[in-house]
């Protein structure tokens, strides 16, 4: 959950424009032990059913986005690595959807930000990331 501090000014255009290229937030990441244990609450918490894509991870697609329920293992192959809160399922990750990952990637070099690639995806690690990964996609 998050708390907007001035929602007078989440409307603005000028104020939703960023140098990366973000367009729209494509997925956030839990991490769970047993992601199947989660699919009643997050299916009433989000209106949506669940699918199984891989057999043992959960997706609910949203109107915008989707929530992606992975196994500890699956996520550290996302998203390199993973810090997870104690045993419950912990939020690690999330997905921005950008036109142009080779403009991202020039970006974070001239920045001297610390990524990776991982398949088509640049990936900020959680452990400069605030303890969150952020990967960066073109949809």
């Known amino acids: 959950m998050c708390q907007q501090h001035h929602p007078e000014n989440f409307w603005i255009p000028a104020l939703q424009a960023h140098e990366n290229g973000a367009q729209a937030i494509g997925a956030v990441a839990l991490v769970a032990a047993e992601p199947e244990a989660q699919r009643p609450f997050l299916e009433a918490f989000a209106g949506a ?12 697609r949203l109107a915008r986005g989707r929530i992606d329920v992975l196994t500890p293992d699956d996520a550290a192959v996302l998203y390199g690595s993973v810090e997870t809160d104690g045993d419950g399922p912990s939020f690690v990750a999330f997905t921005i959807d950008v036109a142009d990952t080779a ?5 974070f ?9 991982i398949g088509t995806r640049l990936v900020v690690p959680a452990s400069v990331a605030h303890g969150v990964a952020i990967a960066f996609e073109a949809p």
């Open 103 to 107: 403009s991202v990637a020039r970006g």
């Open 49 to 60: 059913d669940a699918e199984s894509p891989a057999g043992r991870d959960l997706s609910l």
């Open 109 to 117: 070099e001239a920045g001297e930000v610390a990524h990776q690639q």
